[in-house]
């Protein structure tokens, strides 16, 4: 069965710290996508990106990273030099092969991010 | 501008009531979806749309029905709400989802609703 697993439920740090969102996938296909969202306090989802599962390369957006290994199901989000904008709910999800299939979320963790 | 709008963003009814969510894109995409988020639980699918005509559940179909009668529109009709659907709403899209293409879903601002 198809599931995300985001263990870090809430994560507090200072300007400038750098942090690292944790997310673990299961999933028994061998062709399936990997996603990131961002829900600031205004409620929108915002899409950072979008990972195939033949693709490990590590990916770099400005202050944004992306670290996909698929020997341990992870893809983790690193941010570098957080801001206090960068405060929001962050959701890591999955979607397999499979005509309209559904995302599965993780349950988001929080990051908090104080000046 | 693309984007995924919601009508409304707010809504507070009672039960019973029936009420509809409009979601519409301006994007031409055939596939749309709708999404409720509650926590501790994230974002599960209600129900999906491949294209005109074309609707499906989701995970957690029951007390709501869809439409797709245009490409732009697909809304989110609940006829009898009852407070367990008070919850976050989000409507997304995408270009397709043809098997090996998972496209990037754009989702609407939200629609927050409340069951008395």
């Known amino acids: 069965a198809q599931k995300v697993t985001q263990a870090q439920t809430e994560i507090s740090v200072v300007e400038k710290e750098d942090v690292t969102l944790d997310c673990v996938y299961e999933t028994r296909d061998t062709t399936y996508y990997l996603f990131w969202y961002k829900q600031p306090p205004s409620g929108e989802l915002v899409f950072l990106i979008r990972?195939?599962?033949?693709?490990?390369q590590n990916e770099i957006s400005g202050r944004y990273s992306w670290n996909f290994q698929k020997s341990t199901s992870s893809f983790n989000f690193t941010i570098t030099a957080s801001q206090v904008v960068d405060s929001a709910v962050y959701f890591c999800?999955?979607?397999?092969?499979?005509?309209?299939?559904?995302?599965?979320f993780g349950k988001g963790t929080t990051l908090s991010v104080s000046s | 501008e693309a984007q995924v709008t919601q009508n409304p963003r707010y809504l507070i009814t009672v039960t019973g009531k029936k009420l509809t969510v409009t979601c519409s894109q301006n994007m031409n995409h055939e596939y749309m979806s709708w999404y409720r988020q509650d926590p501790g639980l994230g974002l599960r699918q209600i129900y999906y749309s491949m294209n005109v005509e074309v609707t499906d559940k989701g995970d957690v179909p029951e007390g709501y029905k869809v439409s797709r009668k245009e490409k732009r529109n697909f809304p989110l009709i609940l006829e009898s709400p009852s407070p367990n659907q008070t919850s976050l709403y989000f409507c997304a899209s995408s270009l397709s989802a043809l098997a090996g293409v998972q496209e990037t879903q754009y989702f609407g601002p939200g629609t927050r609703l409340l069951v008395l």
């Open positions: 990972r195939n599962s033949f693709d490990e």
């Open positions: 999800a999955l979607s397999e092969y499979q005509a309209g299939t559904a995302l599965i």
